[in-house]
Protein backbone atom coordinates (compact mmCIF):
# COMPACT_ATOMS: atom_id res chain seq x y z
CA UNK A 1 0.00 0.00 0.00
CA UNK A 2 1.25 3.64 -0.90
CA UNK A 3 -1.15 5.18 1.58
CA UNK A 4 0.34 5.69 5.26
CA UNK A 5 -2.14 4.32 7.26
CA UNK A 6 -2.73 7.05 10.24
CA UNK A 7 -6.48 6.86 9.72
CA UNK A 8 -10.00 6.54 11.21
CA UNK A 9 -12.48 5.13 8.86
CA UNK A 10 -15.30 7.14 9.46
CA UNK A 11 -18.76 6.95 8.12
CA UNK A 12 -20.90 9.11 6.20
CA UNK A 13 -24.08 7.04 6.44
CA UNK A 14 -25.69 8.59 9.67
CA UNK A 15 -24.82 7.98 13.38
CA UNK A 16 -23.92 4.33 12.88
CA UNK A 17 -21.24 4.16 15.05
CA UNK A 18 -20.03 0.39 15.12
CA UNK A 19 -19.10 -0.44 19.03
CA UNK A 20 -20.91 2.71 20.38
CA UNK A 21 -24.08 1.06 19.96
CA UNK A 22 -25.36 -2.71 19.36
CA UNK A 23 -26.21 -1.95 15.95
CA UNK A 24 -22.88 -0.12 15.21
CA UNK A 25 -22.80 -1.18 11.41
CA UNK A 26 -19.26 0.19 10.23
CA UNK A 27 -19.33 3.82 9.66
CA UNK A 28 -20.89 5.55 6.55
CA UNK A 29 -20.67 9.26 6.30
CA UNK A 30 -24.63 10.27 6.29
CA UNK A 31 -26.28 12.48 8.87
CA UNK A 32 -23.40 12.01 11.36
CA UNK A 33 -20.33 9.80 11.15
CA UNK A 34 -19.54 6.84 12.62
CA UNK A 35 -16.48 5.09 12.40
CA UNK A 36 -15.86 1.34 10.25
CA UNK A 37 -12.89 0.09 12.01
CA UNK A 38 -13.57 -3.38 14.43
CA UNK A 39 -15.38 -2.24 17.39
CA UNK A 40 -16.17 -4.75 19.93
CA UNK A 41 -19.93 -4.44 21.27
CA UNK A 42 -18.51 -6.58 24.36
CA UNK A 43 -15.63 -8.32 26.08
CA UNK A 44 -12.23 -9.12 23.65
CA UNK A 45 -13.50 -12.03 21.20
CA UNK A 46 -16.06 -12.90 23.86
CA UNK A 47 -13.13 -13.26 26.62
CA UNK A 48 -15.61 -12.25 29.01
CA UNK A 49 -13.20 -9.32 30.44
CA UNK A 50 -14.52 -6.06 31.42
CA UNK A 51 -14.40 -3.92 28.48
CA UNK A 52 -15.84 -0.64 29.61
CA UNK A 53 -14.54 0.48 32.84
CA UNK A 54 -10.67 0.08 32.90
CA UNK A 55 -11.15 0.43 36.52
CA UNK A 56 -7.71 -0.63 37.35
CA UNK A 57 -6.05 2.18 35.44
CA UNK A 58 -8.42 4.81 36.29
CA UNK A 59 -8.19 4.17 39.96
CA UNK A 60 -4.80 5.42 39.79
CA UNK A 61 -4.17 9.09 40.05
CA UNK A 62 -0.99 10.96 38.24
CA UNK A 63 0.65 13.17 40.89
CA UNK A 64 0.95 15.81 38.40
CA UNK A 65 -2.49 16.02 37.37
CA UNK A 66 -2.66 19.09 39.75
CA UNK A 67 -1.35 20.81 36.61
CA UNK A 68 -4.58 19.94 34.91
CA UNK A 69 -6.47 21.25 37.29
CA UNK A 70 -3.92 24.20 37.62
CA UNK A 71 -4.21 25.28 34.30
CA UNK A 72 -8.25 24.62 34.22
CA UNK A 73 -8.43 27.74 37.40
CA UNK A 74 -6.23 29.61 35.65
CA UNK A 75 -8.17 29.83 32.57
CA UNK A 76 -11.42 30.13 34.49
CA UNK A 77 -10.70 32.78 36.38
CA UNK A 78 -8.27 35.17 34.39
CA UNK A 79 -9.00 34.23 30.35
CA UNK A 80 -9.76 37.23 28.72
CA UNK A 81 -13.69 36.28 27.52
CA UNK A 82 -16.25 33.77 29.57
CA UNK A 83 -15.44 29.97 28.91
CA UNK A 84 -18.01 27.61 29.37
CA UNK A 85 -16.76 24.59 31.67
CA UNK A 86 -17.96 21.88 29.22
CA UNK A 87 -15.87 23.30 26.59
CA UNK A 88 -12.50 23.15 28.94
CA UNK A 89 -13.34 19.68 29.83
CA UNK A 90 -14.19 18.44 26.75
CA UNK A 91 -11.08 20.50 25.10
CA UNK A 92 -8.71 18.52 27.92
CA UNK A 93 -10.17 14.92 26.63
CA UNK A 94 -9.63 15.65 23.20
CA UNK A 95 -5.96 16.94 24.03
CA UNK A 96 -5.74 13.53 25.84
CA UNK A 97 -6.67 11.71 22.52
CA UNK A 98 -4.64 13.63 20.18
CA UNK A 99 -1.34 13.11 22.15
CA UNK A 100 -1.44 9.43 21.52
CA UNK A 101 -1.56 10.30 18.08
CA UNK A 102 -3.96 7.28 17.03
CA UNK A 103 -6.76 8.50 15.12
CA UNK A 104 -8.97 5.66 15.88
CA UNK A 105 -9.16 7.18 19.51
CA UNK A 106 -11.84 9.75 19.85
CA UNK A 107 -14.24 11.54 21.59
CA UNK A 108 -17.85 12.05 20.88
CA UNK A 109 -19.71 14.46 22.98
CA UNK A 110 -23.24 14.22 24.16
CA UNK A 111 -24.59 15.92 20.74
CA UNK A 112 -23.01 13.80 18.29
CA UNK A 113 -24.19 10.66 20.49
CA UNK A 114 -27.46 11.35 20.70
CA UNK A 115 -27.24 11.81 16.70
CA UNK A 116 -25.93 8.46 16.38
CA UNK A 117 -28.78 6.86 18.54
CA UNK A 118 -31.50 8.57 17.00
CA UNK A 119 -30.43 7.09 13.17
CA UNK A 120 -29.52 3.22 13.92
CA UNK A 121 -32.75 1.65 13.76
CA UNK A 122 -33.96 1.74 9.74
CA UNK A 123 -32.29 3.83 7.50
CA UNK A 124 -29.07 6.05 6.88
CA UNK A 125 -29.18 9.63 5.75
CA UNK A 126 -26.05 11.03 3.64
CA UNK A 127 -23.55 10.58 1.14
CA UNK A 128 -22.89 6.92 1.26
CA UNK A 129 -18.89 6.96 1.74
CA UNK A 130 -16.59 5.96 4.20
CA UNK A 131 -13.49 8.71 5.08
CA UNK A 132 -10.27 8.56 6.96
CA UNK A 133 -7.63 10.95 8.11
CA UNK A 134 -4.60 9.84 6.00
CA UNK A 135 -1.48 11.91 6.78
CA UNK A 136 -4.01 14.85 7.88
CA UNK A 137 -5.80 14.64 5.04
CA UNK A 138 -10.06 13.40 4.94
CA UNK A 139 -9.29 10.33 2.41
CA UNK A 140 -11.86 8.08 1.20
CA UNK A 141 -11.48 4.57 2.50
CA UNK A 142 -14.56 3.75 -0.13
CA UNK A 143 -18.35 4.30 -0.98
CA UNK A 144 -21.06 1.75 -0.22
CA UNK A 145 -22.89 -0.22 -2.76
CA UNK A 146 -25.49 2.02 -4.45
CA UNK A 147 -24.90 5.08 -2.74
CA UNK A 148 -24.64 8.80 -4.22
CA UNK A 149 -20.88 8.49 -3.16
CA UNK A 150 -20.59 5.65 -5.78
CA UNK A 151 -23.13 6.86 -8.17
CA UNK A 152 -20.73 10.31 -8.33
CA UNK A 153 -17.81 8.42 -8.79
CA UNK A 154 -16.10 8.76 -5.70
CA UNK A 155 -13.22 6.24 -5.08
CA UNK A 156 -10.68 4.97 -2.37
CA UNK A 157 -7.90 7.06 -1.67
CA UNK A 158 -9.56 10.40 -3.05
CA UNK A 159 -8.98 13.19 -0.36
CA UNK A 160 -12.01 15.74 0.20
CA UNK A 161 -10.15 19.35 -0.10
CA UNK A 162 -13.01 21.42 0.83
CA UNK A 163 -16.94 21.15 1.30
CA UNK A 164 -19.24 23.38 -0.20
CA UNK A 165 -16.14 25.84 -1.01
CA UNK A 166 -15.06 25.24 2.83
CA UNK A 167 -11.53 24.29 3.00
CA UNK A 168 -11.17 21.10 5.99
CA UNK A 169 -7.62 22.06 6.67
CA UNK A 170 -7.66 22.08 10.52
CA UNK A 171 -10.24 20.09 11.13
CA UNK A 172 -10.32 16.83 12.75
CA UNK A 173 -12.30 14.14 11.49
CA UNK A 174 -15.12 14.36 13.34
CA UNK A 175 -15.51 17.83 12.64
CA UNK A 176 -14.78 17.14 8.96
CA UNK A 177 -17.68 14.83 8.80
CA UNK A 178 -20.23 17.72 10.59
CA UNK A 179 -19.05 19.70 7.04
CA UNK A 180 -20.33 17.07 4.74
CA UNK A 181 -23.24 15.41 6.36
CA UNK A 182 -26.74 16.11 5.81
CA UNK A 183 -30.28 15.44 4.95
CA UNK A 184 -31.68 13.54 2.37
CA UNK A 185 -32.11 15.76 -0.71
CA UNK A 186 -29.72 18.23 0.06
CA UNK A 187 -26.66 18.90 -2.23
CA UNK A 188 -23.19 19.09 -1.12
CA UNK A 189 -20.04 20.02 -3.31
CA UNK A 190 -16.74 18.33 -2.29
CA UNK A 191 -13.34 19.07 -4.03
CA UNK A 192 -11.37 16.15 -5.09
CA UNK A 193 -7.74 16.07 -4.96
CA UNK A 194 -7.36 12.60 -6.56
CA UNK A 195 -4.03 10.97 -6.63
CA UNK A 196 -3.56 10.36 -10.47
CA UNK A 197 -4.81 13.84 -11.18
CA UNK A 198 -2.78 17.12 -11.14
CA UNK A 199 -5.45 19.55 -10.70
CA UNK A 200 -8.21 19.13 -7.77
CA UNK A 201 -11.78 18.68 -8.96
CA UNK A 202 -15.65 19.46 -7.72
CA UNK A 203 -18.09 16.43 -7.26
CA UNK A 204 -21.54 17.71 -6.83
CA UNK A 205 -23.86 15.08 -4.29
CA UNK A 206 -27.13 14.87 -3.59
CA UNK A 207 -27.72 13.11 -0.33
CA UNK A 208 -29.84 10.12 -0.29
CA UNK A 209 -31.00 7.46 1.99
CA UNK A 210 -27.75 4.92 2.45
CA UNK A 211 -28.96 1.02 1.69
CA UNK A 212 -28.73 -0.80 4.90
CA UNK A 213 -28.66 -4.45 3.11
CA UNK A 214 -25.27 -5.93 3.93
CA UNK A 215 -25.52 -9.04 1.97
CA UNK A 216 -26.27 -9.64 -1.44
CA UNK A 217 -25.73 -13.08 -3.25
CA UNK A 218 -26.19 -14.47 -6.88
CA UNK A 219 -25.28 -17.76 -8.92
CA UNK A 220 -23.39 -18.34 -12.15
CA UNK A 221 -22.12 -20.82 -14.06
CA UNK A 222 -18.58 -21.84 -14.22
CA UNK A 223 -17.36 -24.56 -16.57
CA UNK A 224 -20.40 -26.46 -15.84
CA UNK A 225 -20.27 -25.79 -12.51
CA UNK A 226 -22.87 -23.86 -10.15
CA UNK A 227 -20.98 -20.79 -8.51
CA UNK A 228 -22.13 -19.34 -5.67
CA UNK A 229 -20.96 -15.30 -5.00
CA UNK A 230 -21.90 -13.58 -1.99
CA UNK A 231 -21.17 -9.68 -1.31
CA UNK A 232 -20.46 -8.69 2.01
CA UNK A 233 -20.77 -4.33 2.18
CA UNK A 234 -20.15 -4.31 5.48
CA UNK A 235 -20.38 -6.29 9.05
CA UNK A 236 -23.13 -4.77 10.86
CA UNK A 237 -24.98 -6.39 13.33
CA UNK A 238 -27.11 -8.26 11.32
CA UNK A 239 -24.61 -9.34 8.77
CA UNK A 240 -24.01 -12.62 10.02
CA UNK A 241 -27.50 -13.68 10.42
CA UNK A 242 -28.27 -12.23 6.60
CA UNK A 243 -24.57 -14.21 5.56
CA UNK A 244 -25.56 -17.62 7.08
CA UNK A 245 -29.12 -17.47 5.25
CA UNK A 246 -28.13 -16.63 2.13
CA UNK A 247 -25.46 -19.58 3.03
CA UNK A 248 -27.61 -22.07 3.27
CA UNK A 249 -29.75 -20.94 0.20
CA UNK A 250 -27.02 -21.36 -2.51
CA UNK A 251 -26.04 -24.63 -0.52
CA UNK A 252 -29.64 -26.08 -0.40
CA UNK A 253 -29.04 -24.91 -4.35
CA UNK A 254 -26.29 -27.16 -4.96
CA UNK A 255 -22.99 -24.69 -5.24
CA UNK A 256 -19.84 -26.50 -6.18
CA UNK A 257 -17.72 -23.07 -5.51
CA UNK A 258 -17.84 -19.79 -3.80
CA UNK A 259 -16.34 -16.34 -3.78
CA UNK A 260 -17.21 -14.35 -0.95
CA UNK A 261 -16.35 -10.08 -2.32
CA UNK A 262 -15.78 -7.92 0.04
CA UNK A 263 -14.00 -4.92 -1.87
CA UNK A 264 -15.06 -1.67 -0.37
CA UNK A 265 -16.33 -2.96 2.99
CA UNK A 266 -14.87 -0.84 5.16
CA UNK A 267 -15.20 -3.36 8.23
CA UNK A 268 -17.65 -3.66 11.22
CA UNK A 269 -18.32 -5.30 14.34
CA UNK A 270 -15.78 -7.88 15.57
CA UNK A 271 -18.43 -10.43 16.82
CA UNK A 272 -19.57 -10.56 13.69
CA UNK A 273 -16.97 -11.38 11.38
CA UNK A 274 -15.75 -13.94 14.38
CA UNK A 275 -19.43 -15.99 13.38
CA UNK A 276 -18.44 -15.69 9.49
CA UNK A 277 -15.17 -17.20 10.12
CA UNK A 278 -16.44 -20.14 12.52
CA UNK A 279 -18.58 -20.81 9.52
CA UNK A 280 -15.49 -21.41 7.79
CA UNK A 281 -12.13 -22.07 9.98
CA UNK A 282 -12.55 -25.31 11.94
CA UNK A 283 -11.32 -25.97 15.36
CA UNK A 284 -8.02 -27.06 15.05
CA UNK A 285 -6.61 -23.51 14.13
CA UNK A 286 -7.59 -20.39 15.61
CA UNK A 287 -9.96 -18.07 13.28
CA UNK A 288 -8.06 -15.12 14.83
CA UNK A 289 -5.27 -13.75 17.55
CA UNK A 290 -5.81 -10.96 20.11
CA UNK A 291 -2.93 -9.25 21.77
CA UNK A 292 -3.29 -6.79 24.10
CA UNK A 293 -1.43 -4.12 25.47
CA UNK A 294 0.97 -6.27 27.65
CA UNK A 295 1.64 -8.58 23.98
CA UNK A 296 -0.07 -11.23 25.60
CA UNK A 297 -2.10 -13.18 22.98
CA UNK A 298 -4.95 -14.96 22.90
CA UNK A 299 -6.42 -17.24 19.90
CA UNK A 300 -9.86 -17.77 19.32
CA UNK A 301 -11.40 -20.92 18.14
CA UNK A 302 -14.67 -22.32 16.21
CA UNK A 303 -16.21 -25.71 16.91
CA UNK A 304 -16.76 -26.03 13.22
CA UNK A 305 -15.36 -30.04 12.50
CA UNK A 306 -14.07 -29.29 8.94
CA UNK A 307 -13.62 -27.28 6.10
CA UNK A 308 -16.41 -26.78 3.15
CA UNK A 309 -15.80 -29.43 0.79
CA UNK A 310 -16.34 -26.80 -2.38
CA UNK A 311 -13.32 -24.39 -3.14
CA UNK A 312 -13.56 -20.49 -1.60
CA UNK A 313 -11.84 -17.30 -3.02
CA UNK A 314 -12.21 -14.07 -1.63
CA UNK A 315 -12.38 -10.70 -3.50
CA UNK A 316 -10.51 -7.50 -1.63
CA UNK A 317 -9.47 -4.53 -3.01
CA UNK A 318 -7.80 -1.39 -1.39
CA UNK A 319 -11.30 -0.28 0.09
CA UNK A 320 -11.21 -3.52 2.11
CA UNK A 321 -10.49 -2.98 5.81
CA UNK A 322 -10.43 -3.77 9.29
CA UNK A 323 -13.11 -6.80 9.66
CA UNK A 324 -12.91 -7.55 5.94
CA UNK A 325 -8.98 -7.88 6.20
CA UNK A 326 -9.35 -10.57 9.04
CA UNK A 327 -11.77 -12.69 7.00
CA UNK A 328 -9.03 -12.56 3.86
CA UNK A 329 -6.17 -13.09 5.86
CA UNK A 330 -7.73 -16.02 8.11
CA UNK A 331 -9.30 -17.77 4.70
CA UNK A 332 -5.48 -17.20 2.99
CA UNK A 333 -3.58 -18.76 5.94
CA UNK A 334 -6.38 -21.60 5.50
CA UNK A 335 -5.08 -22.28 1.78
CA UNK A 336 -7.49 -20.69 -0.45
CA UNK A 337 -7.20 -17.90 -2.41
CA UNK A 338 -7.52 -14.25 -2.16
CA UNK A 339 -7.75 -12.32 -5.21
CA UNK A 340 -7.89 -8.89 -6.63
CA UNK A 341 -5.36 -5.68 -5.04
CA UNK A 342 -3.85 -5.21 -1.57
CA UNK A 343 -6.00 -3.88 0.86
CA UNK A 344 -6.23 -1.15 3.54
CA UNK A 345 -3.77 -2.10 6.44
CA UNK A 346 -6.31 -1.96 9.76
CA UNK A 347 -5.19 -4.07 12.65
CA UNK A 348 -6.28 -2.79 15.57
CA UNK A 349 -9.34 -3.07 18.04
CA UNK A 350 -11.49 0.09 19.42
CA UNK A 351 -13.97 -0.07 22.42
CA UNK A 352 -16.78 2.44 23.31
CA UNK A 353 -16.01 3.54 26.99
CA UNK A 354 -19.05 5.54 28.33
CA UNK A 355 -18.61 8.61 30.28
CA UNK A 356 -21.73 8.59 32.39
CA UNK A 357 -23.22 11.65 30.38
CA UNK A 358 -24.37 10.21 27.90
CA UNK A 359 -20.69 10.75 26.08
CA UNK A 360 -18.36 8.69 24.82
CA UNK A 361 -14.44 7.65 24.39
CA UNK A 362 -13.77 5.19 21.65
CA UNK A 363 -10.24 4.38 22.63
CA UNK A 364 -7.82 1.23 20.82
CA UNK A 365 -7.46 -1.61 23.90
CA UNK A 366 -6.09 -4.05 21.03
CA UNK A 367 -4.33 -5.75 18.33
CA UNK A 368 -5.89 -8.04 16.32
CA UNK A 369 -3.58 -10.97 14.06
CA UNK A 370 -3.71 -13.41 11.72
CA UNK A 371 -4.49 -16.81 13.11
CA UNK A 372 -0.33 -17.12 12.56
CA UNK A 373 0.07 -14.32 14.40
CA UNK A 374 0.68 -12.16 11.53
CA UNK A 375 -0.43 -7.85 12.23
CA UNK A 376 -1.64 -6.71 8.34
CA UNK A 377 -1.55 -2.75 10.19
CA UNK A 378 -0.50 -0.17 7.72
CA UNK A 379 0.39 -2.77 5.28
CA UNK A 380 -2.76 -4.98 4.30
CA UNK A 381 -3.64 -8.06 3.31
CA UNK A 382 -1.74 -8.84 -0.43
CA UNK A 383 -4.08 -11.23 -2.73
CA UNK A 384 -2.79 -14.31 -3.96
CA UNK A 385 -4.23 -13.45 -7.26
CA UNK A 386 -3.77 -9.58 -8.16
CA UNK A 387 -5.92 -8.15 -10.64
CA UNK A 388 -6.91 -5.20 -11.83
CA UNK A 389 -10.02 -3.50 -13.35
CA UNK A 390 -10.40 -2.12 -16.60
CA UNK A 391 -8.38 1.26 -17.14
CA UNK A 392 -11.22 2.83 -17.42
CA UNK A 393 -12.40 2.26 -14.08
CA UNK A 394 -10.17 4.48 -12.95
CA UNK A 395 -10.79 7.44 -14.68
CA UNK A 396 -11.58 10.88 -13.39
CA UNK A 397 -14.18 13.24 -13.08
CA UNK A 398 -13.82 15.53 -16.48
CA UNK A 399 -13.35 19.23 -15.45
CA UNK A 400 -14.56 21.60 -18.41
CA UNK A 401 -13.20 25.19 -18.29
CA UNK A 402 -13.04 25.86 -21.76
CA UNK A 403 -14.27 23.34 -24.29
CA UNK A 404 -11.91 20.95 -25.62
CA UNK A 405 -11.05 20.72 -28.87
CA UNK A 406 -9.18 19.05 -31.59
CA UNK A 407 -4.77 19.53 -32.13
CA UNK A 408 -4.88 20.11 -28.08
CA UNK A 409 -3.02 18.23 -25.65
CA UNK A 410 -3.91 17.96 -21.99
CA UNK A 411 -4.29 15.11 -19.12
CA UNK A 412 -8.11 16.23 -19.26
CA UNK A 413 -8.24 14.92 -22.70
CA UNK A 414 -6.43 11.83 -22.46
CA UNK A 415 -8.96 11.19 -19.59
CA UNK A 416 -11.52 11.45 -22.08
CA UNK A 417 -9.89 8.85 -24.34
CA UNK A 418 -9.67 6.52 -21.62
CA UNK A 419 -13.04 7.14 -21.28
CA UNK A 420 -14.17 6.30 -24.67
CA UNK A 421 -12.39 3.71 -24.98
CA UNK A 422 -13.88 1.80 -22.26
CA UNK A 423 -17.38 2.42 -23.79
CA UNK A 424 -16.59 1.18 -27.18
CA UNK A 425 -14.96 4.28 -29.47
CA UNK A 426 -11.64 3.80 -30.68
CA UNK A 427 -10.11 7.30 -29.91
CA UNK A 428 -6.39 5.63 -31.69
CA UNK A 429 -4.62 7.06 -28.45
CA UNK A 430 -5.24 8.00 -24.54
CA UNK A 431 -1.97 10.15 -24.59
CA UNK A 432 -3.70 13.39 -23.82
CA UNK A 433 -3.23 14.53 -27.64
CA UNK A 434 -6.56 15.63 -29.55
CA UNK A 435 -6.36 13.86 -32.33
CA UNK A 436 -8.82 12.97 -35.71
CA UNK A 437 -9.14 9.63 -34.64
CA UNK A 438 -10.67 11.35 -31.17
CA UNK A 439 -12.87 13.35 -32.86
CA UNK A 440 -14.58 11.10 -34.95
CA UNK A 441 -14.96 8.95 -32.12
CA UNK A 442 -16.64 12.10 -30.32
CA UNK A 443 -18.53 12.53 -32.87
CA UNK A 444 -20.07 8.90 -32.83
CA UNK A 445 -20.76 9.25 -29.03
CA UNK A 446 -22.47 12.10 -29.71
CA UNK A 447 -24.61 10.78 -32.50
CA UNK A 448 -25.60 7.88 -30.10
CA UNK A 449 -26.97 9.89 -27.45
CA UNK A 450 -28.80 12.03 -29.44
CA UNK A 451 -25.87 14.71 -29.48
CA UNK A 452 -24.77 17.63 -31.56
CA UNK A 453 -22.14 15.70 -33.47
CA UNK A 454 -19.52 18.63 -32.48
CA UNK A 455 -16.53 16.37 -31.70
CA UNK A 456 -16.03 18.67 -28.95
CA UNK A 457 -16.27 18.34 -25.55
CA UNK A 458 -18.24 20.28 -24.04
CA UNK A 459 -19.75 20.33 -20.46
CA UNK A 460 -22.71 18.55 -21.50
CA UNK A 461 -20.97 15.72 -23.58
CA UNK A 462 -18.34 15.81 -20.49
CA UNK A 463 -21.42 14.86 -17.94
CA UNK A 464 -22.90 12.48 -20.34
CA UNK A 465 -19.20 10.66 -21.02
CA UNK A 466 -19.06 10.25 -17.53
CA UNK A 467 -23.00 9.35 -16.86
CA UNK A 468 -22.21 6.13 -19.54
CA UNK A 469 -18.83 4.85 -17.92
CA UNK A 470 -20.55 5.01 -14.25
CA UNK A 471 -23.60 2.88 -15.72
CA UNK A 472 -21.03 0.33 -17.21
CA UNK A 473 -18.66 0.52 -14.21
CA UNK A 474 -21.98 -0.41 -11.81
CA UNK A 475 -23.55 -2.79 -14.32
CA UNK A 476 -20.25 -5.44 -13.96
CA UNK A 477 -19.68 -6.24 -17.13
CA UNK A 478 -16.04 -5.71 -16.87
CA UNK A 479 -15.92 -6.83 -13.99
CA UNK A 480 -12.16 -8.01 -14.38
CA UNK A 481 -11.68 -9.04 -10.83
CA UNK A 482 -14.49 -10.81 -10.38
CA UNK A 483 -14.02 -12.95 -13.39
CA UNK A 484 -10.57 -13.35 -12.62
CA UNK A 485 -11.99 -14.93 -9.25
CA UNK A 486 -14.40 -17.02 -11.03
CA UNK A 487 -11.90 -18.34 -13.50
CA UNK A 488 -9.31 -19.48 -10.97
CA UNK A 489 -11.73 -21.36 -8.32
CA UNK A 490 -11.81 -24.42 -9.65
CA UNK A 491 -7.65 -24.48 -10.77
Known amino acids: MNLRKSHIVIILIGALLIGFIGAYAGGKLAQSGGQSEIQQQSSPAETGENDSSNSEAGSEVPKNVSKVAQAYNLIQQNYLEDVEDKQLIEGAIKGMLASLEDPYSTYMDVEMMDQFNEQIESSFEGIGAEVSMVNGT ?179 NEGSASASEILAVAMKEMGYDVVGATSFGKGTVQQAVPLGDGSTIKLTFYKWLSPNGEWIHEKGVEPTIEASQPDYFYTNPIQIEETLKYDQSDEKIGNVQQMLSGLGYDTGRTDGYFSKETEEALQAFQEDNELSPTGEVDEETAGLIEAKVMEKVRSGEDDLQMDKALSELYQ
Do not use: C, W
Request: proline share 6%; hydrophobic share 35%; net charge negative.
Open 138 to 316: VTIVSPIKDSPAEKAGLRPNDQVLKVDDESLEGLNLNEAVAKIRGEKGSEVILQIQRPSVSEPFNVTIVRDTIPVETVYNKMETIDGKKTGILEITNFSEHTAEEFSEQLKMLENEGIEGLVIDVRGNPGGLLKVIEDILKMFVPKDTPYLQIEDQKGEKVPYYSDLSEKKEYPISVLI
